[in-house]
């Protein structure tokens, strides 16, 4: 099988912006250097979670070469580079290779809808073939409630086909389990992330290779316990633990919802700032947000405040 | 009410790309003049079917710039500046401003699903904040089908109220026509065009100020018999010969079967080609168009013989 270098908790980090509403390189950096230290695997940084799609390409860009600068190791980086045109996704993935990231994930075009495999093969081909490198390592990013585009079992097994060295693995967002079962059993050696930790457990044990997750964002080290331990007896409890938090968020809109919360435990207000068209929890929202991480024992606050103190 | 230009027959105009896959700027000002010549009323480049989310905005803005070089005039221009970011959108609506183009055609924020009107709302919000100028006219640009986000009638009207001076229409693809009726009905004199001339006659008798449609690229003057006799007795017989083109072109995926068209009855096999994910019609069904539209009496094809001769 190709190599491909990531596995554990990935996390595709949110994105902080000024009051003014633009990029904040600084917090970035401090926001991606601490999840690394808390133990995620990578950063799939520009994902959904990130409001990548919320920045032009050369926001994108430029956020990318702050991390490198700052000594992020490339190598840890998995930038999202899709978008609809495949001029933009060729620059975007040219960049990313540039700096020498470990990956990049992309999105399918997601504009035109009821596009065929075809349309969609040609799509990542035509990018693959522009950027023509051999160190390009390219995850698919599955993501239909988005998206709404898919690439389907069939599709991914062609591009797999077509590019063995450099199509090497897949977040599946789709939040279907049965969709990650079929990619791990159909393809075996290529590498699928569930988007979601809920399906960590059962991931793991069909061959998955980690997770992708925007709660890891507040929760690297609750997440990669269950990785770390997943043949133990303390398995099923473990990701008992991580499912009950992941419930709790998901009772809110995700990005603001985490956004809010590292405003929070860090004490930095402007961490909540999203980009239009998301909104940012309003104030009933974000105390019942912080009251029902409060019911489920203060474990995540703590430990965020202790790293940001 | 606040001026805006723009009535009658509107073209999203298609896009020319060379063999390499780049947008081919000559054909582009060939045809955009020979449409004008036909009769439009307004050239909406950069629309759905110009497959203008599958450029990037460096690359739309210098067919503008070409447009504008050659000659075309600036205020038949009705370019899209719709992105997911609100830099690329604000970027493009500076640009089409800068050249004094008639308005702007605005896709809402369309990667997040299940945003909010607030949320759609800032969006727009900001982007004209950002532009910051007097001059600028914005039609709104909803189509459900491919955006999956809608501009609701309540947004609009939040919208027409927040910059009467700004936000002056709308151009409506749901293919609904109970929407674009009341919107006709509850915002007076805000320039509503169908995005298909199926319904240009119900359209122009309820208040509508034309249409913006693909099938404009290929029957521009038909369209524009329906427009200009809309009030005399042959307007529902001549709504139905148009109507009759319209169904036949939507048996085929409209973006390829319409640059097939072009191809064909130009006798430039060029201009067949699509950017992924869109792809061409195969060579049965580009034989099956072509001998539907012979079956309507060729009253195309002659038109568009005639003048590329």
Redesign the interface.
């Known amino acids: 099988m190709p190599s491909q270098p990531f596995s554990g908790v990935l996390v595709p980090v949110l994105t902080p912006f000024t009051p003014n509403?633009e990029p904040d390189a600084g917090r970035f950096v401090s926001f991606c250097r601490w999840l690394l230290d808390q133990g995620a695997g990578g950063l799939a940084i520009f994902g959904?979670t990130s409001e990548a799609?919320?920045?032009?390409?050369a926001?994108r860009m430029e956020l990318l070469d702050r991390l490198i600068e700052a000594g992020i190791p490339a190598e840890k980086l998995m930038p999202g580079t899709g978008?609809?045109?495949?001029?933009?996704a060729t620059?975007l993935v040219r960049h990313a290779v540039g700096h020498g990231c470990g990956g990049v994930l992309m999105l399918?075009?997601?504009?035109?809808?009821g596009?065929?495999d075809?349309?969609?093969f040609?799509?990542i081909?035509?990018v693959i073939d522009r950027v023509g490198s051999p160190t390009l390592r390219l995850f698919l990013y599955h993501i239909p409630?988005?998206?709404?585009?898919e690439f389907s079992l069939d599709l991914v097994g062609r591009l797999i086909t077509a590019y063995p060295e450099t199509v090497v693995g897949l977040k599946d967002s789709s939040g279907d389990w049965s969709n990650t079962a079929a990619l791990l059993e159909r393809f075996p050696g290529f590498a699928v992330f569930p988007g979601s930790e809920v399906f960590l457990l059962d991931g793991l044990r069909k061959g998955a290779v980690g997770c992708i997750t925007a709660s890891g964002n507040v929760n690297v080290p609750g997440i990669k316990t269950v990785y770390d331990n997943w043949r133990g007896p303390q398995a099923e409890a473990l990701q008992a633990e991580i499912t009950t938090l992941r419930k709790a968020l998901q009772a809110y809109p995700m990005v603001p919802a985490l956004k809010r919360i590292v405003a929070h435990y860090h004490n930095d207000p402007n961490w909540a700032a999203v980009?239009?068209?998301?909104?940012p929890l309003d104030p009933a929202q974000s105390a019942a947000l912080i009251a029902d991480l409060g019911k489920l024992g203060f474990t995540l606050g703590e430990r965020l405040q202790a790293k940001a103190a």
């Not at 799609?53 to 390409?57: F, K, Q, R, T």
Request: aromatic share 10%.
């Open positions: 509403g959904t799609n919320s920045m032009s390409p926001e978008a609809c045109a495949m001029t933009d620059t399918p075009p997601f504009y035109y809808k596009v065929s075809d349309g969609i040609a799509f081909s035509s409630p988005m998206a709404v585009v980009r239009p068209p998301l909104v």
